[in-house]
């Protein structure tokens, strides 16, 4: 059987991880041939080309990043009226374009995870806590948020003392949070569940010469954030783990094309991970972001 792995692009750390997943869960289930592809750019064109070459070799299974949720679809549909399976992971399609999509967490869990590392971090008794976001009108962000208040009751200790909304910009990031820092002096925990924010709070913590006595949490890339974790501003922070979810792209496209029935409402197992449930809309959680600290840190860094 042989089971497409079309990343968003090429030579990414982020897909060729993705790939080391992929092809792990291939030897776990047997007689699985990986094809790992996609475009040299993240275009929806070049992914259209590599989708174009996987129908004329008429591969079993197709799982796609996808880099545009609409243009790939008449390629997409074309596959699936030729019996070919086809999900999309990370990045959706668009319905009409697939039978499933896996995402890689979803918003309870995201804001879920964000307030229980900051609880990891926070002293035990009682520790002020502030967000700093991306943009007001940024629609996940603002999912992750409301998540976040909806989980607060389970700690407690923890008070919600400030958001406030660093534009995914590096410099207006640190400057929020230097800023929050004078307005809340005994701020414990600042989450930032953006890749932008998180590094520039972290940077902004050492600057001021409190890391340590105040930690940074959220979202981030371990490329970006291992150097924070050794200065001691971040203790832990949280992503997908794109090994994980290349094997349960791999094993959830296998399985259907196998012969697992697959659509909204679906339960599907993906190995070692579990199973994933798919709502109405036919879009499932891999499960709870990945936590990244001091003892694994390093090693991803090296991947993404």
């Not at 897909?15 to 929806?44: C, K, M």
């Not at 992971?89 to 879920?112: C, K, N, P, T």
């Not at 976040?148 to 400057?175: C, F, I």
């Not at 050492?206 to 050794?230: I, N, Q």
Request: charged share 15%; proline share 5%; hydrophobic share 45%.
């Amino acid at each position: 059987m042989r089971v497409a792995l079309v990343a968003k692009s090429l030579g990414n750390g982020f897909f060729n991880a993705v790939d080391r997943g992929g092809d792990e869960a291939a030897r776990e289930l047997g007689h699985v041939q990986v094809i790992d592809t996609g475009p040299t750019s993240t275009t929806a064109e070049g992914q259209i080309e590599v989708l174009n070459a996987l129908i004329a070799q008429h591969v079993d299974a197709i799982a796609v990043s996808a880099n545009d949720p609409d243009a790939l679809v008449p390629t997409l549909k074309k596959a699936l009226s030729r019996g070919i399976k086809v999900i999309s992971f990370d990045s959706a399609v668009a319905s009409g374009g697939r039978l499933v999509h896996l995402a890689a967490s979803s918003d309870a869990l995201v804001g879920q995870t964000c307030v229980q590392l900051a609880a990891a971090a926070a002293p035990a008794s009682h520790a002020q806590i502030a967000i700093l976001s991306a943009t007001p009108t940024s629609t996940n962000q603002n999912a992750w948020i409301e998540a976040m208040k909806a989980a607060l009751p389970q700690y407690p200790q923890l008070e919600l003392v400030d958001t406030v909304y660093g534009d995914d910009l590096a410099d207006k990031s640190y400057r929020e949070a230097v800023a929050l820092l004078k307005r809340h002096p005994d701020l414990k925990v600042i989450i930032s569940p953006t890749s932008v924010g998180i590094v520039a709070a972290a940077k902004a913590l050492e600057d001021e010469g409190v890391a340590g006595k105040v930690l940074v949490t959220g979202l981030g890339l371990p490329s970006e954030l291992a150097g924070h974790v050794r200065a001691g501003s971040v203790k832990s922070f949280a992503l997908w783990n794109p090994l994980d979810l290349g094997y349960a792209a791999v094993q959830l496209a296998t399985r259907i094309a196998r012969g697992t029935p697959a659509g909204p409402g679906a339960t599907i197992p993906i190995g070692r991970l579990g199973e994933v449930h798919f709502d109405n809309n036919g879009v499932g959680p891999m499960g709870k972001p990945f936590v990244y600290d001091q003892s694994n840190v390093v090693d991803f860094a090296k991947l993404f």
